[in-house]
């Protein structure tokens, strides 16, 4: 797959897009525009599904959605409110540390750079790209799973982690399309292209090595 068919793929998606559910950070991002409850949304959502992650995040912002409101929660007390996501002891815990920080060092404002995003401990660049693209409106590429395991399906490269992915993707995709590739491959990916029993006959995309005709 060459750039100019990945786009291609890109635009169907686009049409397509407005039949799925939109992912949770996403549409917390769209409701809120609030960089805070993106970057507690997205932690919620490391290793957890989108259901999951929904429940907890609506609930943790009825206590806390803001550093402040976090930070008098007791550990314990998040815990209950984000269970049951992936890792729910650490990311309580993660949760009250980051909020401390962006009060102490911040002026309870989340970063709107990569390199100060990724100073946080608990802070990968899928997460900070995340909170660029959702909460800022930056340019940036999220490479989740989807996005990884997607776009290698599709050939545009061969990349080994997430990483690689993401300055691959940045070197060979135009940079007005960064953002919206990781909304369109999640919910892609989430509904039709799933990594075991891909549904090949309702996919819509004109380029795919391994779609089944």
């Known amino acids: 797959m060459n750039t100019k068919q990945f786009i291609e793929n890109i635009q169907i998606l686009r049409e397509e897009y407005k039949n799925w559910n939109a992912p949770i950070v996403t549409l917390i991002s769209v409701q809120t525009k609030d960089p805070y409850k993106?970057?507690?949304?997205?932690?919620?959502?490391?290793?957890?599904?989108?259901?999951?992650?929904?429940?907890?995040?609506y609930k943790i912002f009825e206590k806390a959605d803001t550093p402040e409101k976090m930070i008098k929660l007791h550990e314990e007390e998040v815990r209950k409110l984000i269970y049951p996501v992936g890792f729910y002891k650490q990311k309580s815990k993660t949760?009250?540390?980051?909020?401390?920080?962006?009060?102490?060092?911040?002026?309870?404002?989340v970063p709107d750079s990569l390199d100060e995003l990724l100073k946080f401990k608990?802070?990968?660049?899928?997460?900070?790209?995340?909170?660029?693209?959702?909460?800022?409106?930056?340019?940036?590429?999220?490479?989740?799973?989807?996005v990884h395991?997607?776009?290698?399906?599709?050939?545009?490269?061969?990349?080994?982690?997430?990483e690689e992915t993401e300055f691959s993707l940045m070197e060979k995709i135009p940079k007005k399309y960064w953002s919206e590739i990781n909304d369109l491959l999640v919910a892609f990916g989430q509904t039709i292209c799933r990594p075991i029993g891909p549904k090949c006959e309702l996919c819509k995309v004109k380029y795919c090595p391994v779609r089944k005709k």
Do not use: F, M
């Open 38 to 57: 993106v970057l507690v949304s997205t932690l919620l959502s490391l290793r957890t599904k989108d259901e999951v992650t929904a429940q907890a995040s």
């Open 95 to 109: 949760l009250i540390e980051i909020s401390q920080i962006l009060i102490d060092k911040y002026g309870s404002k």
């Open 122 to 146: 608990g802070i990968g660049r899928k997460t900070a790209n995340l909170v660029l693209s959702l909460g800022y409106g930056q340019d940036t590429i999220c490479v989740d799973t989807h």
């Open 149 to 162: 395991r997607i776009s290698n399906r599709w050939g545009i490269h061969n990349t080994k982690d997430p």
